[in-house]
């Protein structure tokens, strides 16, 4: 449900966007934003599907000996790959800026919640 509404969300935005609309989508407030990234964060499946079952089992070959630096090494990579992603999203900002590509992005996301959405409820039914 929550991947279908998200996908509904974003999908209007890139319908009925204009060029004063997409400006206006930075007066989200704090308490809104921390809202908001956490409902996208602790809702999404995939946070848990990657952190417990897939580093989990992938952990659970290891020696315990090894496991700190298994540890060590999964925590840098997620700190690389976050800082790569922040790092050229700064670089491409201008880009991203312009209601064309706000656009793009926003009918992307949505057609991919959906399709996810989609999968998952496909997958439950089977």
């Known amino acids: 449900a929550f991947l ?3 996908g509904w969300s974003s999908l209007q935005r890139a ?3 204009t060029t004063s609309s997409l400006a206006e989508k930075g007066t989200m407030s704090r308490i809104q934003a921390v809202g908001m990234t956490l409902a996208v964060t602790l809702l999404n499946p995939h946070v848990y599907l990657d952190t417990v079952m897939i580093l989990g089992s992938v952990a659970a070959q290891w020696p ?3 496991l ?3 540890a060590t090494g999964a925590v840098l990579a997620s700190t690389v790959w976050f800082y ?4 050229l999203a700064a670089r491409l900002s201008p880009w991203l800026a312009t209601p064309r590509a ?3 992005i926003d009918g ?3 057609v991919i919640m959906w399709l996810v959405a989609l ?3 496909r997958q439950a039914l089977a």
């Open 4 to 6: 279908l509404r998200y």
């Open 84 to 87: 790569g992603l922040a790092l």
């Open 108 to 110: 992307l996301v949505g």
């Open 102 to 104: 706000q656009r793009l």
């Open 15 to 17: 319908w009925r966007a």
């Open 64 to 66: 315990a000996a090894s």
């Open 119 to 121: 999968a998952l409820l």
């Open 68 to 70: 700190p630096a298994f």
